[in-house]
């Protein structure tokens, strides 16, 4: 009689022990999904990232500082050049490559711009697009593979004080672009190598000079989803303005009452393009009426001084309101903490799982 009650006791320890590995291995199971989750998430965005391709710049006999990783070249006014530019495909796959030129421009950040997304200031008479051109705009290279591409300067006739500021961008054709015939919708990363290039008459040119800036421009704008009033500050000299200090606010005419305020400090603006100066206009409605935008550029030991009245109409107001998607962004750091938040209440819950169904089969044995 003992021993079958012993025998008893032991199938129903092995049991809950068996309930026990069990649980064990739910919890270790979720954990493991998660840490691969992130992990792999991480992975796979870092290998995207990447490219699985790179450009090189090959040296050339007009470059002015050799140590400079873009083209910064000495070119005769009427001459011609070659610029070589290696195409570095690391990966197990053959790539389609686009070749483009663009002209450096000035976005909201107060950086140089070379995307060829911005466009051109009427004030920018000899862009570098119409300068430098590529020899081939598409370039198939094969896997672990490089190719050199060529791009043809025509300089021109009649030399120029200060520099023509651009880029070369390189990015790959996307699976979309390919199959233009299916009709699919996907999401498609986009990556791309910029190399910039100067070009310029006199080996002796200090590309950034503090020479002058206008303010060119207000308006209510839509940009991005927000409502913006934007102040275009214009460099309209062939040389860099880098290093300023850009402070401005905007309230209505005839008041004393500040609506907006904003400054930016270490803006850099293009040679002959604005600097979008941009005041958010956040939740607040735009209204209509007459405004007036005080504004300072500082830089090299100078000062401009600005002051302009413009008009918001009721039709811009109402159009720009309608229009704006005012939300909140949730920070990457966030994000992250309600991850570890996540899996510290999964590990603690699997831990007083666990010792809760120890503490019953002790009970019951």
Sequence with gaps: MADSVLEEKAANNQKKEGRTKL???VIYSILLSFIFAITGTVSVQANEMLGGYTIE????KHQIDSNLGYFYLFEQA??????????????????????????????SNGLLDY??????????????????????TEVTVPAKSTIETTLTVSMPKEKFSGVIVGGIVVSEKSNEEKNKQKEEVSIQNTYNYTLGVVLTNDAKTVMNQHVSVTLDKVAPILSDGKKIVQADILNPNSYIFDKATVSG????????????????????????????FQFDWGKDELTPGEYLFTGS?????????FNRVFKITADSAKEIN???????????????????????NIVGTGYLVIKR???????KI
């Design 23 to 25: 649980i064990k291995k």
């Design 57 to 60: 710049r090959v040296p050339n």
């Design 78 to 107: 009427g001459t011609q050049d070659r610029l070589g530019v290696k195409l570095v495909n690391s990966s197990n796959q053959a790539k389609v490559l686009k070749v483009k030129v663009t002209n450096a421009n000035t976005n």
């Design 115 to 136: 995307t060829g997304s911005l466009k051109d200031h009427k004030d920018l008479k000899q862009p570098l697009s119409s300068i430098v051109k590529a020899a081939q």
């Design 249 to 276: 606010d905007i309230r209505k005419k005839d008041s004393d009452k500040v609506l907006k305020k904003q400054e930016k400090t270490d803006v850099s603006i293009a040679p002959h393009s604005v600097y979008p």
């Design 297 to 305: 550029v500082k830089a090299g030991g100078k000062e401009w001084f």
């Design 322 to 344: 309608e229009q704006s998607i005012y939300y909140v962004v949730i920070p990457l750091w966030l994000r992250i903490s309600w991850i570890v938040v996540l899996l510290i």
């Design 357 to 363: 169904v120890k503490k019953i089969n002790k009970e």
